[in-house]
Antibody, heavy 121, light 109 residues
């Protein structure tokens, strides 16, 4: 059975950075494109970027360029999302999610359980 | 925030049919099609369809997705209480080089 298990909730101060992890089980993460998507209160889902967990190739949304870094540890079947220069507008639930089935017209599946990041002074 | 357009809410009775729409343009929905997600309160989203009209295994046959031009649709027949949820569409935008989402439709049954 496929599971993506994310690290726990975080509370950060403005200007700080946060790193969220996503560990896969029952799922060969290196065979997939792994994405990070966030959902702020009352806002639509927002794509942040993705990593080819097999070769480490990354692509980021222009909305987060320069602030987000996605990495992976293939031996640990884990991907990471690092977001810097946090502001209150970064308060959201952050999800890791696989691309299914991959390629044009794909959707997002499976999903991690989500990690709430709260930015507050 | 750039994105796809969905009606904020739809309300139907038990057993009826609901059709949810998602409007984009030729760079996103009209290009590679859309995918649909269902989200119940407090849970992560769940993939319902991809490439406009394909269902992942385990998804109810009461759900039917389609596309006409730059508008994607999700039709749910024989509405059940568990269908009450938020529904989002997504698509790759080749002009923005970004995945875009709809604002979501809250389906009340």
């Amino acid at each position: 059975q496929v599971h993506l298990v994310q690290s726990g909730a975080e509370v950060k101060k403005p200007g700080a950075s946060v790193k969220v992890s996503c560990k896969a089980s029952g799922y060969t993460v290196t065979s997939y494109l792994m994405h990070w998507v966030r959902q702020a209160p009352g806002q639509r889902l927002e794509w942040m970027g993705r990593i080819n967990a097999g070769n480490g190739d990354t692509q980021y949304s222009q909305n987060f360029q320069g602030r987000v870094t996605i990495t992976r540890d293939t031996f640990a079947s884990t991907v990471f999302m690092d977001l810097s220069s946090l502001t209150s507008e970064d308060t959201a639930v952050y999800y890791c999610v696989g691309e299914y089935p991959s390629g044009p017209g794909s959707g997002f599946d499976p999903w991690g359980q989500g990690t709430l990041v709260t930015v507050s002074s | 925030q750039a994105g796809l357009t969905q009606p904020p809410s739809v309300s139907k009775d038990l057993g009826q049919t609901a059709t949810l729409t998602c409007t984009g343009n030729s760079n996103n929905v009209g290009n590679e099609g859309a995918a649909w997600l269902q989200q119940h309160q407090g849970h992560p989203p769940k993939l319902l369809s991809y490439r406009s009209n394909n269902r992942p295994s385990g998804i109810s046959e009461r759900l039917f997705a389609s596309r006409s031009g730059s508008t994607a649709s999700l039709t749910i027949t024989g509405l059940q209480p568990e269908d009450e949820a938020d529904y989002f569409c997504s698509a790759w935008d080749s002009s923005l080089s970004d995945w875009v989402f709809g604002g979501g439709t809250k389906l009340t049954v």
